[in-house]
């Protein structure tokens, strides 16, 4: 059974600073999403990522993948207030979108 | 753009009532997918459906069932709701083996 694990659960950040969520997986796959959800909106897609070393950057956002440590990171930087909201990792161990979710992370930036 | 749209955002249903939850999407996803999300836990996968009339169960499907008699809607059934199903559901399409970043926004039920 595919377990994937986030952490930390909660993040406060300053602004300005940098940070690095986690995102563990217990079995090889395929696809990892990285999604982004606002309170009381749906879920926005960041990144996927579809291979081994791959990285993506979109602004202050930088999400990696190491399938042999079975690892994926999403790294802010300079953080801002408008990056405050929660963000989940997603395997997909199939190409067929059966999505295993981690529990998310709910980061606040204060300025 | 795909839309995904749910038919409710916020539903108010008695224990023991037939739920009926509506999804729509409009870019012939072949895909589609039900979610219920509850804090700590994430999203996890009730039912999806792969094809019209298709429909295979994902990691929590007790006390669910989903009807698929055309591509574009997939509904989710709750046959006798109870108050463990208060969650928030979101539906999602995909098409083929593409990468899934349609979401619905949401139904928030609560059973009481």
């Known amino acids: 059974e595919l377990k994937v694990e986030q952490n930390p659960l909660f993040l406060s950040m300053q602004e300005g600073k940098n940070y690095t969520i986690y995102c563990n997986y217990s079995?090889?796959?395929?696809?990892l999403y990285w999604y982004r959800q606002d309170p009381g909106k749906s879920l926005e897609s960041l990144f996927v990522?579809?291979?081994?070393?791959a990285v993506k950057q979109e602004g202050r956002l930088m999400a990696s993948l190491d399938t042999k440590a079975r690892l994926s990171t999403l790294h802010i930087t300079a953080a801002v207030h408008d990056l405050s909201a929660t963000y989940f990792c997603a395997v997909d161990m199939e190409y067929g979108n059966k999505l295993v979710f981690g529990a998310g992370t709910i980061l606040r930036v204060k300025s | 753009d795909v839309k995904v749209t749910q038919s409710s955002r916020y539903l108010v249903k008695r224990t023991g009532e037939k739920v009926f939850l509506e999804c729509v999407q409009d870019m012939d996803h072949e895909n589609m997918f039900w979610y219920r999300q509850d804090p700590g836990l994430g999203l996890r996968l009730i039912y999806f459906?792969?094809?019209?009339?298709?429909?295979e169960k994902g990691d929590i499907p007790e006390g669910y069932s989903v009807s698929r008699e055309k591509k574009e809607r997939f509904s989710l059934i709750l046959e006798s709701a109870s108050t463990n199903q208060t969650s928030m559901y979101l539906c999602?399409?995909?098409?083929?083996?593409?990468?899934?970043?349609?979401f619905g926004s949401g139904t928030r039920l609560t059973v009481v």
């Open positions: 459906s792969y094809d019209v009339k298709m429909k």
């Open positions: 990522l579809l291979s081994n070393g």
């Open positions: 999602a399409s995909s098409l083929g083996q593409g990468v899934l970043d349609s």
């Open positions: 079995t090889t796959s395929d696809r």
